[in-house]
């Protein structure tokens, strides 16, 4: 049973979604303070998921790419959330956000085309994202406000991004946990590297 634990941490995010969703369109103000512990909840156990598959050594392929899905389902409907209840706030940083949404497209089209199937680098700085993006939406959905941290979370989003999709570009085929990509150009030449096991498998 304990080797399913990051599976149904998994799919435990996946089930926070819709919940999320549905609290801030029926709620209002009501439900931010719930969304938000929903949130981190959410962001626990996607911390969580990779580090107990290493290590009870059920990591593999399928559940790294699951993974990466729930991710971006989980962040969408934060986002979409977010647009519920702040619209005004949303439309006004829509620029920004477009660019991070046009780059995640970019990321899966370049992957898909290279190697018939969506990336999944799980890159140290899309793991730094992830970190930037609680507090980007704390500041948003708690207190209404952009400012700095939603201001940063776009500028490091842009970067990893970048980073993703030169990962995509230099690996020779196609791989999951990829810290970097200058790690990419390691197994591109055939040089081993040491993963470290609570970062990246």
């Not at 899905?69 to 005004?88: C, E, K, R």
């Amino acid at each position: 049973m304990k080797n399913k634990v990051p599976l149904m941490l998994i799919v435990f995010r996946l089930l926070l979604a819709p919940i999320i969703y549905f609290i801030a369109y029926h709620f209002d103000d009501d439900g931010r303070m719930p969304i938000l512990i929903l949130m981190y909840l959410g962001f626990i156990s996607d911390i969580l998921d990779g580090i107990v598959a290493r290590n009870l050594y059920v990591s593999s392929a399928k559940l790294r790419r699951m993974d990466s899905q729930v991710d971006m389902v989980f962040w969408m409907a934060i986002g979409f959330a977010t647009w519920q209840l702040f619209p005004d706030l949303i439309s006004a940083n829509s620029t920004s956000i477009l660019a991070i949404l046009a780059m995640e497209v970019m990321c899966y089209v370049i992957s898909i085309v290279r190697f018939g199937r969506e990336t999944c680098t799980h890159a140290f700085l899309s793991k730094m994202w992830g970190i930037s993006l609680v507090f980007g939406f704390t500041s948003l959905i708690g207190f209404g406000h952009a400012g700095f941290f939603f201001a940063f979370a776009i500028g490091l989003g842009l970067i990893s991004h970048i980073d993703r999709i030169l990962i995509t570009l230099i690996l020779p085929h196609w791989t999951h946990d990829i810290p970097s990509a200058y790690h990419a150009w390691l197994i591109r030449k055939g040089i081993p590297f040491k993963r470290n096991k609570l970062l990246n498998g």
